[in-house]
Each structure stands twice: as structure tokens, then as C-alpha cells.
């Protein structure tokens, strides 16, 4: 199970910090991420992060701005987001990705938090 929190109302250039919770499988031994879906457009690979957290990736659309990390010892995964935009609004999916190889595909997702970034 994966269970998000921290969405919220933000301004244009604020931060916001969303987390996971996970439950169920090995956490350390599969490769997370976090993917979005914007009103009305399909799903967008956000970021992922290697088993102990050394590897991490980027979309083109947040590096730079967002930072994605991981607690083991807790099965928590989390996604800084700073410098945020309104096309940054988003329901944020937690996501167990399918392998290193595949870091940008996920097998499992949970059921998202909601991101609004406006004034």
C-alpha cells in the first residue's frame, strides 16, 4: 500500500512538501518514484529514486527545482518542490517503479495528493 500526504494550496514561487507512506512489500529493494496528472492531460513521469537513495532522476519539467528522497528505515519517500509554478498543479501519485532499468515505469501507485499552485 502507498498512502500519500501533504498536498495543498500553494502560491506561484512557493514550496511544498509531499510524502509517502509505504506498507506491504520489501521498500528498500524497489526503486521509487513519483508521477502526475494534470486536469486534463495524461500521466508525467515526475522523478525517481534508487534502492538507497545514491540515484536519483529528474523530468526535464522540475529539475533543478524539485528533490526527491527516501527513508528505508521508515519506507517513506518524499518530493521537495520548490519554485512552484501553476503548471506544476497536479494529483501527485507515489509510485513503486518497475526496475533500474525501468525507473520511469511504475508496477503500483496510490491514490495521489492534490498539488494547486495559484494566487
Known amino acids: 500500500q502507498l498512502v500519500e500526504s501533504g498536498g495543498g494550496l500553494v502560491q506561484p514561487g512557493g514550496s511544498l512538501r509531499v510524502s509517502c507512506a509505504a506498507s506491504?512489500?520489501?521498500?528498500?529493494?524497489?526503486?521509487m518514484g513519483w508521477v502526475r496528472q494534470a486536469p486534463g492531460k495524461g500521466l508525467e513521469w515526475v522523478s525517481s529514486?534508487?534502492?538507497?537513495?545514491?540515484?536519483?532522476y529528474y523530468a526535464d519539467s522540475v529539475k533543478g527545482r524539485f528533490t526527491i528522497s527516501r527513508d528505508n528505515v521508515k519506507s517513506t519517500l518524499s518530493l521537495q518542490m520548490n519554485s512552484l509554478a501553476p503548471e506544476d498543479t497536479a494529483l501527485y501519485y507515489c509510485?513503486?517503479?518497475?526496475?533500474?532499468?525501468?525507473?520511469?515505469?511504475?508496477?503500483?501507485r496510490g491514490r495521489g495528493t492534490q498539488v494547486t499552485v495559484s494566487s
Open positions: 506491504g512489500f520489501a521498500f528498500s529493494a524497489y526503486y
Open positions: 509510485a513503486r517503479m518497475r526496475s533500474s532499468s525501468s525507473y520511469k515505469n511504475y508496477d503500483f
Open positions: 529514486i534508487s534502492f538507497g537513495g545514491a540515484a536519483t
